[in-house]
């Protein structure tokens, strides 16, 4: 099953150096999850020839700009290109009366239902599930309520080897890939094992927006696979990051450390920054394994 994310934005307040304000898609089984929308949004998904059209859930973090001005223009494309299924759209609680008064004022009634569901920033819950995956927020510490968000894939069925599958008649592939041993009709027991192999793991995506290091959400995404941190600042401008609530390089790294994860992504960083490599080092000094999400790139986590 696929599982993999690709970063749309990695700007933080502003678009700079080529660099667009947050937002990210995942890709969990062909279905779109879009996590924060800032600005130039619907331009970054059609540069990365990612069909805005597919998107049916969106998550948006808190009510920083950089977070969710492009979610405006993203809803109103969809309604002049005909989209009639619902989205669902979680987050803050006053988004959907940004959203209404928006639409009020353009006079636009969209041709399609938007189902809202209210995050509460100071609840670590449960929010969504599907047959392929449930989704938990993550209570962060921002100047603002914020919260983060875990992908967290559900156990798979296991495969059919190729090779014994006509040994076995179609009726029995459910069970077999289930785990069931079957019994057929002359007593012969057909083993799970024998005809089946493992699925892989379920994986884990964490996404931590803007948050002050803080160690209360670390149990939350503890063992993640792959840990999405934003890093705004150098360890040099600590006292900079202590007083707007957001966290350095350095930090994200300890985060990943601490938390277990296989894997960290950094993002959001400072419009003061050109070039990153530095931002980079400094992660991966505490935390080998850590890479740049910028925009096009794609993970597969």
């Given amino acids: 099953m696929k599982f993999e ?26 279905k779109y999850y879009l996590i924060d929308c800032g600005e130039g949004t619907q331009q970054q998904l059609a540069k990365f020839n990612l069909k805005a059209a597919r998107i049916d859930y969106i998550f948006i973090s808190h009510l920083h700009g950089d977070h969710y001005f ?11 290109n005909g989209r009639l299924k619902p989205i669902q759209i979680f987050g803050p609680k006053p988004l959907l009366e940004i959203l209404e008064i928006q639409f009020k004022y353009s006079d636009t009634v969209l041709r ?44 798979r069925q296991r495969k059919l080897i190729k090779e014994k599958a006509d040994e076995v008649p179609m009726a029995y592939y459910t069970a077999l890939k289930k785990g069931i041993d079957v019994e057929l009709p002359n007593g012969e027991i057909l083993r799970s094992e024998d005809y089946t192999t493992a699925a892989d793991a ?13 160690e209360s959400y670390f149990d939350t995404i503890k063992d993640c696979d792959t840990l999405y941190h934003e890093s705004t600042f150098m360890h040099d ?15 994200a790294g300890e985060v990943a450390k ?15 920054y050109k070039t990153l490599q530095m931002l980079l080092e400094e992660a991966q000094s505490v935390f080998e394994n850590t890479e740049l999400a910028v925009e096009g790139r794609t993970f597969h986590l």
Avoid: M, W
């Fill in 5 to 30: 994310v690709t970063i749309l934005g990695s700007s933080s307040a502003t678009p700079v150096f080529n660099r667009n304000p947050s937002a990210q898609l995942l890709n969990c089984n062909e």
């Fill in 70 to 80: 492009g979610l405006i223009g993203l809803l109103s494309s969809l309604h002049l």
């Fill in 112 to 155: 399609y239902p938007i189902e809202f569901f209210p995050i509460e920033a100071d609840q670590s819950v449960q929010i969504f599930e599907n047959s392929d995956l449930t989704v938990k927020t993550i209570i962060l510490n921002h100047r603002i309520p914020t919260t983060g968000f875990i992908f967290q894939q559900k156990k």
């Fill in 202 to 214: 379920p994986r884990c995506y964490a996404y931590c927006s803007d948050t002050l290091f803080d």
């Fill in 237 to 251: 401008l600590l006292d900079r990051a202590k007083e707007t609530h957001h966290t350095t390089a350095l930090q």
């Fill in 258 to 272: 601490i938390t277990g994860a296989k894997k960290l992504l950094i993002g959001h960083f400072s419009s003061r």
